[in-house]
C-alpha cells in the first residue's frame, strides 16, 4: 500500500509543482528562479504546518506516506531537508543541523558544477 500512495502523491505533488512553478514565472517573470523558490517555500511551510497539525490529529500511516513522502517530496524535497535540519536543531543537536545545511547548500552547488565538469568531459571524448 506504501508504493501506492507514494506514487499517488508523487503524481499529484509533481502537477501541482509544475502549475504552482508556471504560475510563479507567469506572475513575476523570468529573470529569476521564482517558480523554484516558490514550491521550496510553500513546500517547506506546509510540511512544517502538517507535521506539527498531525502530531495532534490522527492520520493513516498511508495518508503520511501519501503527502509527506509522495506528495511533498514530488512537489520540492527542500521542505524535507528543511523540516530535517530543523528537528536536528530542536533535539540540541546543533553540530549536526549545521552540517547539514552548510553541506546540502555547499556541497549541493559543487556537486552541480562537478556534474557539468563531468559532462564535458564525456561530451568532450565522444568527439
Known amino acids: 500500500m ?4 507514494i506514487a ?3 503524481a499529484a505533488g509533481a502537477l501541482l509543482r509544475y502549475l504552482v512553478s508556471g504560475w510563479a514565472y507567469a506572475l513575476l517573470g523570468e529573470g529569476f528562479p521564482w517558480g523554484t523558490l516558490s514550491v521550496n517555500l510553500i513546500g517547506s511551510f506546509l510540511i512544517g ?4 497539525l498531525f502530531d495532534q490529529v490522527a492520520i493513516s500511516p498511508n495518508t503520511r506516506t501519501l503527502i509527506f513522502v509522495g506528495g511533498l517530496g514530488a512537489f ?10 530543523l528537528n536536528l536543531l530542536r533535539s540540541g543537536q546543533y553540530k549536526l543541523g549545521l552540517l547539514n545545511v552548510l553541506g546540502s547548500n555547499v556541497l549541493g552547488i559543487l556537486f552541480v558544477f562537478l556534474g ?9 571524448a565522444g568527439r
Open 2 to 5: 506504501n508504493w501506492i500512495s
Open 8 to 10: 499517488v502523491g508523487g
Open 49 to 52: 504546518f502538517l507535521w506539527r
Open 76 to 85: 520540492t524535497t527542500f521542505s524535507t531537508y528543511g523540516l530535517e535540519s
Open 116 to 124: 557539468f565538469v563531468a559532462a564535458r568531459a564525456v561530451l568532450a
